[in-house]
Nanobody, 115 residues
Framework: QVQLMESGGGLVQPGGSLRLSCAASGSISSIISMAWYRQAPGKQRELVAS???????NYAASVKGRFTISRDNAKNTVGLQMDSMTPEDTALYYC?????????WGQGTQVTVSS
């Protein structure tokens, strides 16, 4: 079992920055990838960025060049630095991790971009 706890959401103005963090606990050694997803009202949940252990990093086209995913293996955390934010980035952001047997979701953290 893996437990995830997100933090760092909030309100930011257009053009501003915000950093999300997700702390993993439990069966950490079984994690093979970590990712951030988001879901805006009335829309499907979508992948924002993912990082595979010892492997590549992937970004959604809509955030490439503005968002940066990073992982700290020593602290068992994954972060998402969000810059040049727009109102279209407003959503509930979820941390996701995958082990060899199943996937786990965090509870979500709200990000609102508005003036």
């Amino acid at each position: 079992q893996v437990q995830l706890m997100e933090s760092g959401g909030g309100l930011v103005q257009p053009g501003g920055s915000l950093r999300l963090s997700c702390a993993a606990s439990g069966s950490i050694s079984s994690i093979i990838s970590m990712a951030w997803y988001r879901q805006a009202p009335g829309k499907q949940r979508e992948l924002v960025a993912s990082i595979i252990t010892g492997g590549p990093i992937n970004y959604a086209a809509s955030v490439k060049g503005r968002f940066t995913i990073s992982r700290d293996n020593a602290k068992n955390t994954v972060g998402l630095q969000m810059d040049s934010m727009t109102p279209e980035d407003t959503a509930l952001y979820y941390c996701y991790t995958r082990t060899v047997t199943k996937g786990y979701w965090g509870q979500g953290t709200q990000v609102t971009v508005s003036s």
